[in-house]
């Protein structure tokens, strides 16, 4: 059909009355019509009526209308400027390709369709698929000129369609958002300052968080409903739930959250108004609050990690429970981005910093994690540079104000549990428990026995949950909150205003460190423990005052325990792991050692804090202790770090003396002994000795 003959068609369906199988045929012919039509003022006609077209615009697909609208200029631009390419290289006479109307040509007569007929949030759609056709992926379709007239465009439609919530609805203010969703990154720094922050960033966070984005959670009450109807009380993979994810998933805005969280960073960093920070702020923490009371109302926040293959069936967890949480990961990741700018701008506006704002913002910021630490908690999710630097930054900030970390914490203390908790409490006290260890330095004593000490030794006593029988098999975090809270303790003992508290617990401590290693905690951490309280145990902590004799008494009992030790390899930790993928990558990353090898390692670890005058005595108890290893390779491991200790500088001025004397006194013994490695025997030196090569040396 010509071209004119299909313009006057499609201009009688635009008046139609809405009809859903004849709307994908008009948009299509309106597309076709876009890239055939060579008469400049027939595209602005076309482009006029379209955007005020009763079949399209009376009953929209909400987004989905819009985002094919922005797909539909953006194709046409794309196939105009392709013909442009095409017509530019043919031989005169030979026919043209498409319209034969030039990109600039083309894009200057679709604007001038835009009317004050239609709104100017459909503007924006218009002018964000012309700007995408034209200039993306590294096409340069217009001059300089007339790509800064359209960036002035764009921001110019945005923002009077921002200006007036009224008028533009919140189709219109989804659409907007959409639009610079595609938009922005093709935008001049100069042209994206001219928008109204102000005005763009409430539109953010209600397109992030209500109908269009993640609908406040609501599909987790959909999914409990779902659970509670079903006669077996299961998550059937094909309810209205799993609908109900794959619908939100397939939103243009769900679907591009990643740019909608930039447009919003980008928002928060230059907005005018410190009060509209605060208040996407505040919007972030009950959004996040309303995402955990609904996951803690639903059945499947009871199914651990360590048993999902069990309890849920292979139907369930290869489609919904992955589609679920993909969805919530995302959450995450978006509300993280968000908040990365805020936390940024809080340590550069004079506003936020101030003694008032800083700390509140601060406790709210770690609310928000913590709301979503039953996601961030599950395999490693959290280990990102964003949530990483959001999370110590807030609590560099809260520990500036004695008060508010007090408050916070007893705000977030978990309640004493005789039984197991469900999964997602004790993700929340996993939480505290890695807060809590960066707050000692900023608590009194008796709140950092009432908020670290308590919590951290109910879960290290013979009587926790964490060792009970009904934690078979143990939970994906049990490990980690066992180690959490010997990190917690180790946080307060290392406080000398806290020396009180040291004394009497350092023996249940040191007890419970050795009945809990290797079962219920790795011989990384065992190391790291047993080396801190060795520092503590001595000069100049005021515990190696009262009880001097403490030092020498946690090595008595380390050494007596290494002697009766298993010399059975460990199996590799889950960190270790995580870092070495392959198996044969693990073995050249950390050397296999038993739970003998760590004890020993430990006890070399910890000569560096003795007291002077023990160091010689058990500098030779070492060495015999790494001699009497009974697997060759794991010996050679104890020895390399003792003569670690002795070589690289670990040992200070007046410990590296008595070395040196210890070195001397037993050299014969350790030219024998000590230095066989790996079968090779090397001459003894110590640190900066200069070794003379044996064709170098003197035949006289």
């Known amino acids: ?201 409430p539109a953010v966070t209600e397109a992030m968080l209500e109908e269009e984005g993640f609908q406040r959670g609501e599909f987790l009450r959909a999914i409990e409903l779902d659970i509670a109807s079903s006669g077996d009380h299961k998550w059937p993979a094909n309810s209205p739930s799993v609908n109900h994810i794959q619908q939100l998933e397939s939103r243009p805005l769900v679907q591009n959250m990643g740019s909608l969280s930039r447009l919003g960073a980008f928002a928060i960093e230059h907005a005018g108004a410190s009060d509209a920070v605060l208040h996407m702020h505040d919007e972030l923490l009950s959004f996040t609050a309303g995402i955990l009371e609904k996951w803690e109302h639903c059945a499947l926040s009871l199914v651990d990690l360590s048993v999902e293959s069990v309890k849920l069936s292979p139907e369930l967890l290869q489609g919904p429970w992955r589609m679920l949480w993909q969805l919530l990961n995302k959450i995450m990741f978006s509300v993280v981005a968000v908040l990365q700018p805020i936390i940024g701008r809080c340590l550069l506006d004079p506003y936020l910093r101030n003694d008032h704002i800083a700390p509140t913002l601060a406790t709210k910021t770690l609310h928000v994690l913590r709301n979503l630490s039953f996601i961030s908690s599950r395999q490693g999710a959290s280990s990102f540079q964003a949530y990483t630097f959001i999370y110590l930054t807030s609590i560099d900030i809260l520990a500036r104000y004695p008060d508010a970390c007090a408050r916070f914490l007893q705000e977030t203390l978990p309640a004493p549990r005789n039984t197991v908790p469900p999964p997602v409490h004790q993700a929340l006290a996993l939480f505290y428990l890695n807060t809590a260890e960066h707050l000692p330095l900023s608590l009194s004593t008796p709140s950092a026995d009432a908020l670290l000490i308590a919590p951290a030794t ?91 004799e403490l030092a020498e008494t946690l090595l008595e009992m380390l050494r007596f325990r290494a002697e009766g030790a298993s010399t059975a390899p460990l199996p590799p930790t889950p960190d270790a792991l995580s870092a070495a993928p392959t198996a044969a990558a693990h073995a050249s990353l950390e050397p296999l050692i038993s739970e003998q090898t760590a004890l020993i390692l430990a006890l070399v670890d910890a000569l560096p804090s003795l007291p002077v005058h023990l ?86």
Not at 646 to 662: F, I, K, N, P
Not at 665 to 676: G, K
């Open 1 to 201: 059909m010509p071209a004119d003959r299909l313009l006057n068609t499609v201009l009688w369906a635009y008046q139609d009355a809405p009809n859903p199988s004849q709307t994908d045929k008009i948009l299509g012919t309106t597309n076709t019509l876009l890239a055939s039509l060579n008469n400049p003022l027939n595209l602005s006609l076309l482009t006029s009526h379209f955007l005020i077209a009763r079949s399209i615009w009376k009953q929209p697909d909400g987004l989905r209308t819009c985002l094919r609208v922005v797909s539909i200029f953006n194709t046409a631009a794309i196939r105009v400027r392709e013909n442009e390419l095409h017509n530019a290289s043919l031989a005169r006479g030979q026919p043209l390709a498409g319209s034969g109307v030039r990109a600039e040509d083309w894009a200057r007569a679709v604007a001038k369709g835009l009317d004050d007929k239609s709104s100017r949030w459909q503007h924006m759609l218009v002018l964000a698929g012309i700007l995408m056709g034209m200039e993306s992926e590294g096409r340069r379709s217009l001059s300089r000129r007339l790509r800064s007239t359209l960036e002035q465009a764009v921001v110019t439609a945005a923002n009077l369609a921002l200006e007036d919530n009224s008028r533009t609805g919140a189709l219109g203010r989804y659409a907007v958002v959409l639009a610079l969703t595609y938009a922005f990154p093709l935008l001049s720094d100069a042209s994206k300052l001219q928008l109204s922050r102000s005005d763009l960033l």
């Open 458 to 548: 109910a879960n290290l006593s013979p009587t926790s949950w964490l060792t009970s029988p009904a934690n078979t098999p143990p939970s994906s975090l049990t490990l980690e909150l066992f180690e959490s809270s010997h990190a917690a303790l180790l946080s307060v003992f290392s406080c000398p205003q806290h020396s009180a508290l040291t004394a009497p617990l350092v023996p249940f401590y040191i007890d419970t460190l050795l009945s809990s290693f290797p079962a219920r905690i790795s011989a990384r951490q065992f190391r790291l423990a047993f080396r801190t309280i060795m520092q503590i145990a001595s000069p100049p902590y005021p515990i190696a005052v009262t009880h001097p």
């Open 615 to 700: 160091v010689d005595e058990w500098l030779s108890r070492a060495a015999d202790a790494s001699n009497a290893i009974p697997d060759p390779r794991m010996r050679d491991v104890a020895r390399r770090r003792l003569w670690k200790v002795l070589a690289d500088g670990e040992l200070d001025v007046e410990r590296a003396v008595v070395g040196v004397s210890w070195w001397g006194a037993r050299q014969a013994q350790a030219r024998d002994n000590f230095l066989t490695i790996d079968g090779s025997s090397t001459e003894p030196m110590m640190s900066g000795a200069l070794v003379q090569q044996e064709e170098d040396r003197s035949r006289l």
